[in-house]
């Protein structure tokens, strides 16, 4: 265990596609990281999402697009440990990783509402609370109502106010007010594919990666995943690996 990581305060854990990363997560994940007084967040790009489709850019990509984005934000740290592991990644075993890492440090897995709601689909999900706190954030379009199996795990959980996070190093669920932004990959793939430009919608720095890149191609390009495509938004945007 490393003794910098081991001592300090609570770091968050946001893991995702990022495909491509938006305003939605950086803001998100910029006032629950202050909202919840976390010392760092981890951005953690999935290598393999287990629970929904396959990341259309290609991961070399996703990450520079991350890097790019939190750059002059040294609390938003990148965290590319799912890439390096490939195969599944699954959110239990990279949390049992940190928890190693950080010895009893507070650990908060953040979750947007659609994420947490599928919890129930997860790989080894009703371990989650005994790796980390599990901070909630609400997203436009999705009810935060759990059902009765999520419920049921989470029942007796609910943290004060987010200053007991700090005091215990998982096990607790709190919900940080966050700004609402209805802004998602999948509606920026969209614009992408269909000649839009994501202006605004995501950091310029990622803007510039994207329509370099050209990596969420209309119809008309090659398809999205397959090696041309792959090759393609590597030599555009320089990126190697
Ligand atoms: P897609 O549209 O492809 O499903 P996404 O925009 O939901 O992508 P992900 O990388 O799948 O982005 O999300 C990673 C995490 O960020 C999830 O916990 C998700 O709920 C959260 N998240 C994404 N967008 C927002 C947003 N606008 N506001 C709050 N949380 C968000």
Same mark, same amino acid.
């Given at each position: 265990?490393?003794?910098?990581?081991?001592?300090?305060?609570?770091?968050?854990?946001?893991?995702?596609?990022?495909?491509?990363?938006?305003? /939605? #997560?950086?803001?998100?994940?910029?006032?629950?990281?202050?909202?919840?007084?976390?010392?760092?967040?981890?951005?953690?790009?999935? #290598?393999?999402?287990?629970?929904?489709?396959?990341?259309?850019?290609?991961?070399?990509?996703?990450?520079?697009?991350?890097?790019?984005?939190?750059?002059?934000?040294?609390?938003?740290?990148?965290?590319?440990?799912?890439?390096?592991?490939?195969?599944?990644?699954?959110?239990?075993?990279?949390?049992?990783?940190?928890?190693?890492?950080?010895?009893?440090?507070?650990?908060?897995?953040?979750?947007?509402?659609?994420?947490?709601?599928?919890?129930?689909?997860? #790989?080894?999900?009703?371990?989650?609370?005994?790796?980390?706190?599990?901070?909630?954030?609400?997203?436009?379009?999705?009810?935060?109502?759990?059902?009765?199996?999520?419920?049921?795990?989470?029942? /007796?959980?609910?943290?004060?106010?987010?200053?007991?996070?700090?005091?215990?190093?998982? /096990?607790?669920?709190?919900?940080?007010?966050?700004?609402?932004?209805?802004?998602?990959?999948?509606?920026?793939?969209?614009?992408?594919?269909?000649?839009?430009?994501?202006?605004?919608?995501?950091?310029?720095?990622?803007? *510039?990666?994207?329509?370099?890149?050209?990596?969420?191609?209309?119809?008309?390009?090659?398809?999205?995943?397959?090696?041309?495509?792959?090759?393609?938004?590597?030599? *555009?945007?320089?990126?190697?690996?």
């Amino acid at each position: 265990m490393s003794a910098a990581l081991s001592q300090g305060g609570p770091i968050g854990v946001f893991g995702g596609t990022f495909d491509p990363v938006h305003h /939605g #997560h950086l803001r998100t994940a910029l006032e629950v990281l202050e909202g919840c007084g976390l010392e760092q967040l981890r951005l953690i790009p999935a #290598h393999v999402p287990p629970h929904r489709p396959q990341p259309r850019a290609p991961a070399e990509l996703r990450l520079e697009m991350l890097r790019r984005a939190v750059a002059g934000e040294p609390r938003l740290v990148v965290d590319d440990r799912e890439l390096r592991r490939g195969g599944p990644s699954y959110t239990v075993d990279t949390l049992a990783e940190l928890r190693a890492e950080v010895g009893t440090r507070p650990l908060c897995l953040v979750l947007g509402a659609d994420a947490f709601l599928g919890l129930p689909g997860w #790989h080894r999900w009703r371990e989650l609370p005994g790796l980390a706190h599990l901070v909630v954030v609400e997203r436009p379009g999705t009810r935060l109502e759990p059902d009765a199996v999520l419920a049921g795990l989470l029942a /007796g959980r609910r943290s004060p106010d987010a200053a007991a996070l700090a005091r215990s190093s998982a /096990g607790l669920l709190w919900q940080q007010p966050v700004t609402p932004l209805d802004i998602s990959a999948s509606a920026i793939r969209a614009l992408l594919a269909g000649g839009g430009d994501p202006r605004f919608l995501v950091p310029e720095a990622v803007r *510039e990666l994207l329509m370099a890149s050209r990596c969420y191609p209309s119809i008309a390009g090659p398809a999205a995943g397959s090696k041309e495509a792959q090759r393609s938004a590597k030599q *555009e945007t320089g990126i190697t690996g």
